[in-house]
């Protein structure tokens, strides 16, 4: 069981960048997904989630309306389309995994893969 993100880099403040996290050894239908980032000093906190039974999503206020999840089971991918980039969105973002739904508990997620960097800096 492996969950890789990626699609992380540096953007200008009100950039874009799409993240993907590609799972591998297991279907990914089964599963809802959570995206959730850490800044240097500060817990990790959720960000978005997925449902795998309907595709309800979630979000944190932070992100609303600039940020959209989506997933493609077929390429066994979820994604983090981010809009609107501010300087407070930097950290690392990461995905993770969780049976039966969503959830706003970090620790309800597991298999962690490693995470991404973004920096949103002029």
């Known amino acids: 069981v492996q969950l890789q993100a990626s699609g992380g880099g540096l953007v200008q403040p009100g950039g874009s960048l799409k993240l993907s996290c590609a799972a591998s050894?297991?279907?990914?239908?089964?599963?809802?997904v959570g995206w959730f980032r850490q800044a240097p000093g500060k817990e990790r906190e959720g960000v978005s989630c997925?449902?795998?039974?309907?595709?309800?999503?979630d979000y944190a206020d932070s992100v609303k309306g600039r940020f959209t999840i989506s997933r493609d089971n077929a390429k066994n991918t979820a994604y983090l389309q981010m809009n609107s980039l501010k300087p407070e969105d930097t950290a690392v973002y990461y995905c993770a995994i969780k049976r039966y739904g969503c959830s706003p508990m970090v620790s309800d997620f597991h298999s962690w893969g490693q995470g991404t960097q973004v920096t949103v800096s002029s």
């Open positions: 050894g297991f279907v990914l239908d089964y599963f809802a």
């Open positions: 997925i449902s795998n039974r309907d595709g309800t999503t």
